[in-house]
């Protein structure tokens, strides 16, 4: 178990908190943008042994509780129809649309299947060219290369009855508008390690220049985030605001420059609506002009869609950083695991349910 | 006035697939549809249930629909035997005999009967226990998944145990007869070819001669409970709830294999709330302790027995807390339904 003991080292981990204890003279806050980060960090409960001041403000990197309500209704409504064989990422299930969720759709009849790749629903739309075999391309830079990949081997097939409900987002435009935001608290980034293992972080040096603000690429582990906290900390203390990496063993500045390419090739930039935040230009992908034959938005035409979000739920406040699970009135009463009011507490990445998860019940936000 | 029901649509108005997971959605169905139709029932729900009139005598009766039916380490007839002797372990009491039952599907490979029905009568004959009555059933093909299988035991307490999952004290010491996740991931793996299978087998054992062993410990040894669906978490919630007691965990003392780990790293699955078929949680009075563990480790089924934690003098009643590897502290829920592999 060497690659995991390593960055799980109880003895390190304390050191790395002694040296944060020694470099933090002052409070912090730092956002980390993803929501497996958020996921280490409440499950081990590093959030809570952090010195005095130095805080974490949990961001909106959780591809399923930003997937925009309109998005999952429309999925539905395709998966419900006759015909359909509907393939989504297993913590995609769960998440409440407007009046139900996929389990229980596919509790009513619907053909609702588990995919651990975008080529498995491929290969059933293979096994079943009587059927229409729809994928729901949900995440950030990091699933975007391998839902590339799908349509480009979908189209080499010549497959007619395989197509992608997309609903990509992309990181760096939702760092800027959180930054833009004039009461945005985050004076520190730690970027998702895997999105930039793809991506690179050259788009991430000109937010760093422009909003002053140190970017640290961490990784998942315990011992990583606690590292990217203490570069984070050191660049705020000697008043530097540079890309730096974490996360070396997995990250170099340049990404992984074939990834970028099938993506720009199926894909092309464009607005894209965040569920609880709200429309952020060039902040999404969608299937490029050569691909929308594989576009399933427009192969099924879904009418009379009309997302209506539980006014009680705070999701937007959550996926921002302004507001924590805690503050919400819902949270852990009306709003649990069970019945979910919005999506940060269906997915295990979802703040709201790592917080509920952790049994995390008496914090209120400083502010 | 119309036949159709004016009530608006409810999604709890659905059997979920996650009600068949052992955790919270279980309970919840327990709870609300199935015990209350059956009559009271006052008390813990336990792994085997005491025969009414009839102290010595406990029964239990579980149905397998594991799918595939073959897997490393194990396949649905073994864990037929395993799954039933193991809840009547963890009452305390040998087995002495099975019924089983059988549900096939109309089209079924006589050769894939055979071999589950071989592995089954192998695993019973190795455990030493008769199978003394059964039925087949045969049904049209989709009605069921390939076979299903039900297994009812009955058993004899002997010696002084008399565990419960309510007898959980504070100040007892939390005993982990071996590492968890194998099961569950070695299924996963197989029916999906993820790819883990080559390093993964199933832990499915009977543990009847481990909890024999325990015997002579007596009245030291509260409560057993062999962690099956929902994993570690759900038993340990089960007997902290049973119990009403507060248990904690330590996360760097419970054995999680290496490619159990890198599955549930990758798949976004906590090892916790993996199913295991051959390992037991043993809640053992302080002063009883290095002997249980002792015992436990002189057989082969509990070779890698290790103590994860203890049931702490005060502490938040029907809570499993976690100290986690980098020192702080957290709480151990209850598994809501089964468990969804995450996107990224």
């Given at each position: 178990m060497k690659y995991l003991d390593e960055y799980r080292d109880p003895a390190l981990a304390r050191h790395l908190l002694d040296e944060l204890r020694n470099t933090a003279t002052r409070p912090w806050r730092i956002m980390e943008v993803c929501g497996g980060q958020t996921h280490t960090l409440v499950r081990q409960g590093i959030d809570e042994l952090?010195?005095?001041?130095?805080r974490m403000i949990h961001g909106p990197g959780c591809p399923v509780c930003v997937t925009p309500l309109e998005t999952l209704d429309r999925a539905m409504a395709v998966a419900a129809r006759p015909g359909v064989i509907f393939t989504s990422f297993g913590?995609?299930?769960?998440v409440p649309g407007s009046d139900t969720d996929m389990l229980s759709l596919r509790a009513r009849g619907a053909d609702v299947r588990v995919v651990y790749t975008p080529m498995d629903a491929v290969r059933i739309a293979q096994e079943r060219p009587d059927r229409e075999v729809v994928f729901l391309a949900v995440g950030f830079e990091t699933t975007a290369p391998a839902n590339a990949m799908a349509v480009l081997h979908a189209d080499r097939l010549g497959l007619t009855n395989f197509s992608m409900l997309v609903s990509h987002v992309l990181v760096p435009p939702a760092m800027t508008a959180l930054l833009d935001?004039?009461?945005?608290?985050?004076?520190a980034f730690l970027a998702a390690g895997h999105v930039c293992a793809v991506m690179g972080w050259r788009e991430y040096e000109p937010i760093a220049e422009r909003y002053r603000v140190p970017i640290v690429i961490t990784g998942f582990e315990p011992l990583d985030l606690l590292e990217g906290i203490l570069m984070a900390v050191d660049q705020l203390e000697q008043g530097r605001f540079e890309v730096e990496n974490q996360y070396v063993r997995a990250v170099r500045r340049s990404g992984n420059t074939e990834a970028q390419d099938a993506v720009r090739m199926v894909f092309r930039v464009t607005d894209r609506a965040w569920r609880g935040i709200g429309a952020l230009p060039d902040s999404g992908l969608e299937l490029a002009e050569s691909y929308r034959q594989f576009d399933a938005a427009l192969r099924f035409d879904v009418s009379g869609l009309c997302p209506t979000e539980d006014?009680?739920?705070i999701a937007g406040a959550i996926l921002t950083g302004?507001?924590?699970?805690?503050?919400?009135?819902?949270?852990?009463?009306?709003?649990?695991?069970?019945?979910?009011?919005?999506?940060p507490m269906v997915s295990a990445e979802g703040t709201c349910a790592a917080f509920h998860a952790a049994g995390r019940t008496k914090e209120v936000s400083p502010s | 006035m119309t036949l159709a029901c004016p009530t608006p649509f409810h999604e709890d108005e659905v059997v979920l697939i996650?009600?068949?997971?052992?955790g919270r959605l279980t309970a919840e169905l327990l709870d609300t549809v199935v015990l209350p139709a059956l009559g009271d029932q006052s008390g813990p729900l336990e792994d085997a249930a005491l025969l009414p009139g009839h102290p010595d005598l406990v029964v239990s009766t579980d149905s397998f629909v594991v799918s595939?039916?073959?897997f490393p380490g194990a396949d649905i007839g073994s864990l037929a035997v395993h799954g039933t002797i193991n809840d009547l372990a963890m009452r305390g009491a040998w087995p002495l005999a099975l019924s089983v039952a059988l549900i096939v599907e109309e089209g079924l490979p006589l050769a894939e009967l055979r071999s589950v029905i071989q592995s089954l009568g192998k695993a019973a004959h190795a455990a030493d226990v008769p199978v003394i009555t059964g039925d087949t059933k045969v049904v049209g093909r989709?009605?069921?998944?390939?076979i299903f299988i039900n297994t009812t035991g009955i058993g004899r307490r002997r010696g002084a145990l008399r565990l419960s999952a309510a007898l959980a004290r504070p100040g007892d010491a939390v005993l982990l007869s071996g590492p968890i996740g194998l099961h569950g991931t070695t299924v996963l793996s197989t029916r999906e070819g993820l790819g883990f299978e080559s390093d993964i087998a199933s832990d499915?054992?009977?543990?009847h001669r481990l909890v024999r062993a325990l015997a002579p410990l007596g009245e030291h040894v509260h409560t057993l409970r062999d962690?099956?669906?929902?994993g570690l978490a759900a038993a340990l919630n089960e007997i902290a709830r049973d119990s009403s007691v507060a248990v904690e965990i330590d996360e760097s003392c419970v054995p999680v294999p290496e490619a159990v780990a890198s599955a549930c790293d990758l798949l976004g699955l906590d090892p916790l709330i993996v199913a295991n078929e051959g390992c037991m949680v043993a809640f053992v009075a302080p002063s009883a302790a290095d002997e249980a563990l002792a015992t436990m480790r002189s057989l082969p089924e509990g070779?890698?027995?290790?103590?994860?934690g203890e049931v702490l003098t005060?502490?938040?009643?029907?809570r499993v807390t976690l100290r986690t590897l980098v020192g702080a502290r957290r709480v151990v829920d209850m598994p809501l339904g089964e468990q969804l592999p995450r996107i990224c």
């Amino acid at each position: 178990m060497k690659y995991l003991d390593e960055y799980r080292d109880p003895a390190l981990a304390r050191h790395l908190l002694d040296e944060l204890r020694n470099t933090a003279t002052r409070p912090w806050r730092i956002m980390e943008v993803c929501g497996g980060q958020t996921h280490t960090l409440v499950r081990q409960g590093i959030d809570e042994l952090l010195p005095a001041g130095v805080r974490m403000i949990h961001g909106p990197g959780c591809p399923v509780c930003v997937t925009p309500l309109e998005t999952l209704d429309r999925a539905m409504a395709v998966a419900a129809r006759p015909g359909v064989i509907f393939t989504s990422f297993g913590d995609m299930l769960r998440v409440p649309g407007s009046d139900t969720d996929m389990l229980s759709l596919r509790a009513r009849g619907a053909d609702v299947r588990v995919v651990y790749t975008p080529m498995d629903a491929v290969r059933i739309a293979q096994e079943r060219p009587d059927r229409e075999v729809v994928f729901l391309a949900v995440g950030f830079e990091t699933t975007a290369p391998a839902n590339a990949m799908a349509v480009l081997h979908a189209d080499r097939l010549g497959l007619t009855n395989f197509s992608m409900l997309v609903s990509h987002v992309l990181v760096p435009p939702a760092m800027t508008a959180l930054l833009d935001d004039p009461d945005c608290e985050v004076q520190a980034f730690l970027a998702a390690g895997h999105v930039c293992a793809v991506m690179g972080w050259r788009e991430y040096e000109p937010i760093a220049e422009r909003y002053r603000v140190p970017i640290v690429i961490t990784g998942f582990e315990p011992l990583d985030l606690l590292e990217g906290i203490l570069m984070a900390v050191d660049q705020l203390e000697q008043g530097r605001f540079e890309v730096e990496n974490q996360y070396v063993r997995a990250v170099r500045r340049s990404g992984n420059t074939e990834a970028q390419d099938a993506v720009r090739m199926v894909f092309r930039v464009t607005d894209r609506a965040w569920r609880g935040i709200g429309a952020l230009p060039d902040s999404g992908l969608e299937l490029a002009e050569s691909y929308r034959q594989f576009d399933a938005a427009l192969r099924f035409d879904v009418s009379g869609l009309c997302p209506t979000e539980d006014p009680e739920c705070i999701a937007g406040a959550i996926l921002t950083g302004a507001r924590l699970p805690t503050d919400c009135t819902a949270y852990g009463t009306r709003c649990t695991p069970r019945h979910p009011l919005g999506a940060p507490m269906v997915s295990a990445e979802g703040t709201c349910a790592a917080f509920h998860a952790a049994g995390r019940t008496k914090e209120v936000s400083p502010s | 006035m119309t036949l159709a029901c004016p009530t608006p649509f409810h999604e709890d108005e659905v059997v979920l697939i996650g009600h068949g997971a052992g955790g919270r959605l279980t309970a919840e169905l327990l709870d609300t549809v199935v015990l209350p139709a059956l009559g009271d029932q006052s008390g813990p729900l336990e792994d085997a249930a005491l025969l009414p009139g009839h102290p010595d005598l406990v029964v239990s009766t579980d149905s397998f629909v594991v799918s595939p039916l073959f897997f490393p380490g194990a396949d649905i007839g073994s864990l037929a035997v395993h799954g039933t002797i193991n809840d009547l372990a963890m009452r305390g009491a040998w087995p002495l005999a099975l019924s089983v039952a059988l549900i096939v599907e109309e089209g079924l490979p006589l050769a894939e009967l055979r071999s589950v029905i071989q592995s089954l009568g192998k695993a019973a004959h190795a455990a030493d226990v008769p199978v003394i009555t059964g039925d087949t059933k045969v049904v049209g093909r989709g009605a069921v998944d390939k076979i299903f299988i039900n297994t009812t035991g009955i058993g004899r307490r002997r010696g002084a145990l008399r565990l419960s999952a309510a007898l959980a004290r504070p100040g007892d010491a939390v005993l982990l007869s071996g590492p968890i996740g194998l099961h569950g991931t070695t299924v996963l793996s197989t029916r999906e070819g993820l790819g883990f299978e080559s390093d993964i087998a199933s832990d499915s054992q009977p543990l009847h001669r481990l909890v024999r062993a325990l015997a002579p410990l007596g009245e030291h040894v509260h409560t057993l409970r062999d962690p099956t669906r929902g994993g570690l978490a759900a038993a340990l919630n089960e007997i902290a709830r049973d119990s009403s007691v507060a248990v904690e965990i330590d996360e760097s003392c419970v054995p999680v294999p290496e490619a159990v780990a890198s599955a549930c790293d990758l798949l976004g699955l906590d090892p916790l709330i993996v199913a295991n078929e051959g390992c037991m949680v043993a809640f053992v009075a302080p002063s009883a302790a290095d002997e249980a563990l002792a015992t436990m480790r002189s057989l082969p089924e509990g070779r890698n027995a290790v103590r994860i934690g203890e049931v702490l003098t005060d502490g938040p009643r029907g809570r499993v807390t976690l100290r986690t590897l980098v020192g702080a502290r957290r709480v151990v829920d209850m598994p809501l339904g089964e468990q969804l592999p995450r996107i990224c």
